[in-house]
């Protein structure tokens, strides 16, 4: 079945219409205004919420989660998020992407679509990735703050409002990293080597300390509007709207449930994804390794030859010139893998790979594709 992509706009939530035009949102003149973030109250259990944050919030947020393997967890997730979000807003969505999970989890989702009307449910086709599901999430957004948080419960709900409070102060992407990891060795080297491919991608002082769990208005989605290419990377396309970025340290829990579905592979061959998909950096290793090699063969030149003029022999032997021949060799077969992977990146882009496609929602209405 086939599905119309559509961009939503936000809804502005201090009383304001907007209109695009060129690209950006605009205040239609004329139309009513408010403050952004007016202090309301919003009693929840009998208690004052707004004086429990003791912030001037965002009046309007969407959460999205990309969702893998997560049926038990789901309904967690949601009993947790309720209450926090009805604290910090007066109107509020969770956008909950299935990103073709082998388990019950996308009837976990109409069931919680059901009993939730803020609850909203998107089936992809199969699965794409976690970047892939976030985009889709992202632009099937409604409201103009945005949430994103896996679906683990390792990002506590309870810590949104440390975000909001950073989006008030003006930033416009807020990560939240945690106090501590919950990972093992492996797993630890290959965020290392991830975050270490987003510094050199983003350019951005924040980019060792990016998270899953982040915050951004929803305007910046509009940078990376017509992006189409298979791979994605959130945190990189974020870095096309703006610079305003900010890191605070968050809460961390344990999984709640099941296990983590990345490997020391898939974050190793997401940060080379990153590396070839969002940077120059490998191009410019291999250029200053064929300098380097140019300058060995130079000092290797100079030694075969003094020795030559000063003793009257060659430098003999199988072993010196099979070393020579597999590190010039061994040199050039790398530069043209990394040629050969930009190559491979543009002819996946003129295949015109779709980077998601939708196969159903819950509940039945208009969303991204």
Not at 219 to 224: E, N
Not at 307 to 336: D, E, N
Request: hydrophobic fraction near 45%.
């Amino acid at each position: 079945m086939l599905i119309k992509r559509v961009l939503r706009r936000p809804e502005h939530c201090n009383g304001r219409a907007l209109s695009v035009k060129a690209g950006n949102l605009q205040p239609v003149a004329g139309a009513k205004t408010r403050s952004l973030f007016d202090v309301t109250k919003h009693p929840i259990l009998g208690i004052d919420n707004s004086m429990d944050t003791g912030l001037k919030m965002p009046r309007c947020i969407s959460v999205v989660v990309p969702v893998y393997n997560s049926e038990l967890i789901l309904p967690a997730l949601i009993k947790r998020l309720e209450p926090v979000l009805a604290s910090l807003a007066n109107k509020y969505e969770v956008v909950l992407v299935n990103d073709g999970s082998r388990d019950q989890s996308w009837k976990v989702i109409q069931e919680l679509s059901r009993s939730f009307s803020w609850v909203r449910g998107i089936n992809l086709m199969r699965n794409y990735g976690q970047h892939n599901a976030l985009l889709c999430g992202i632009r099937a957004a409604r409201f103009d703050t945005l949430v994103t948080m896996d679906d683990d419960l390792q990002h506590p709900p309870e810590e949104i409002p440390k975000l909001m409070a950073k989006i008030e102060e003006g930033f416009e992407v807020v990560y939240g990293f945690p106090e501590h990891q919950q990972h093992g060795l492996l797993r630890d080297i290959a965020s290392g080597l991830t975050k270490l491919a987003l510094q050199k991608s983003m350019g951005a002082a924040t980019a060792r300390h990016v998270s899953a769990f982040r915050a951004f208005r929803t305007q910046a989605r509009d940078a990376f509007a017509s992006y189409h290419s298979p791979f994605i990377s959130i945190d990189v396309v974020l870095t096309w709207a703006t610079t305003r970025f900010v890191a605070i340290q968050v809460r961390h829990d344990p999984r709640q449930a099941g296990i983590s579905n990345y490997t020391f592979r898939m974050l190793f061959r997401h940060a080379m994804n990153m590396m070839t998909g969002f940077s120059t950096l490998p191009l410019q290793l291999a250029n200053l390794m064929g300098f380097l090699c140019t300058a060995f063969g130079g000092v290797i030149l100079v030694f075969v030859i003094g020795r030559y003029l000063l003793y009257g022999t060659t430098v003999q032997g199988f072993t010196f010139l099979a070393s020579m021949i597999a590190i010039f060799s061994g040199a050039q077969l790398l530069a043209l893998g990394i040629i050969g992977e930009y190559l491979a990146r543009m002819h996946f882009r003129m295949m015109e790979r779709p980077t998601y496609t939708v196969r159903d929602e819950a509940p039945r209405d208009e969303v991204t594709a």
